[in-house]
């Protein structure tokens, strides 16, 4: 069983930053792919950024650049630190983790940017 507890979301204005945080408990591990996906309304869920490693991360073109995925592996924990947000950016952020073929989603998390 796994829990994830995102935390970080908020309101900003256009061309800020916030920083969101995963918190993962249970059996997972270092070697297990962490996703942040986000939702606006009306709008499908959609990828935003993946990481295995330091080394090994992807990030969907809408936020390259802009976006950086992170892990800490001592705490358990993903971040995303989101620079020169854009409106368009507003959306509820999940964190997801695939742990011997089962997905699990924290609750997630609002970010509102206005512009």
């Known amino acids: 069983q796994v829990q994830l507890v995102e935390s970080g979301g908020g309101v900003v204005q256009a061309g800020g930053s916030l920083r969101l945080s995963c918190a993962a408990s249970?059996?997972?591990?270092?070697?297990?792919?962490m996703r942040w996906y986000r939702q606006a309304p009306g709008e499908q869920r959609e990828l935003v950024a993946g990481?295995?490693?330091?080394?090994?991360?992807n990030y969907a073109d809408s936020v390259k650049g802009r976006f950086t995925i992170s892990r800490d592996n001592a705490k358990n924990t993903v971040y995303l630190q989101m620079n020169t947000l854009k409106p368009e950016d507003t959306a509820v952020y999940y964190c997801n983790a695939i742990v011997w073929g089962v997905i699990y989603w924290g609750q997630g998390t609002q970010v509102t940017v206005s512009s």
């Open positions: 990481i295995v490693s330091e080394g090994i991360r």
């Open positions: 249970g059996s997972i591990f270092s070697s297990n792919v």
